[in-house]
């Protein structure tokens, strides 16, 4: 797994960031869920594994309102995905479900 140019250019620019937690959470299409995030996280990077290797997978959100991800809506991304977050808000406020069909496993590290 390679990172990002992004998540490279993040960790630069934080070069202080101290991993404070990880969680494996499954994701279904049923409903969207949110992370389990720990006291104090200002940063964290997620990861998605899912049996099915082609095309997307899972969609999310990570905004400030009362929007949540559908199994149609939300910004889509396929199995071996890596991506980060970068605020408490942002962390706080992520939403994610499965297209039709599919589950998925996201592993998330959490930064302070």
């Known amino acids: 797994m390679t990172e990002s140019r992004f998540n490279t250019i993040i960790r630069s620019l934080n070069p202080n960031l101290v991993g404070i937690g990880y969680e494996k959470l499954a994701v279904t299409d049923a409903v969207a869920v ?3 995030v720990p006291t104090g996280t200002k940063y ?10 082609t ?3 899972v969609n999310y959100l990570n905004s400030n309102g009362p929007a949540v991800p559908t199994q149609t809506e939300g910004i889509p991304v396929t199995h071996g995905t890596l991506f980060d977050i970068q605020n408490s808000d942002g ?6 479900r499965c297209r039709a069909g599919l589950s998925a496993t996201l592993h998330i590290q959490y930064y302070k």
């Not at 964290?44 to 290797?53: D, K, L, R």
């Not at 962390?91 to 994610?96: D, E, G, L, P, Y």
Request: aromatic share 10%.
């Open 44 to 53: 964290c990077e997620i990861m998605v594994e899912s049996a099915t290797t």
């Open 55 to 57: 095309g997307f997978v």
């Open 34 to 36: 949110a992370l389990t």
């Open 91 to 96: 962390v706080s406020n992520f939403r994610a």
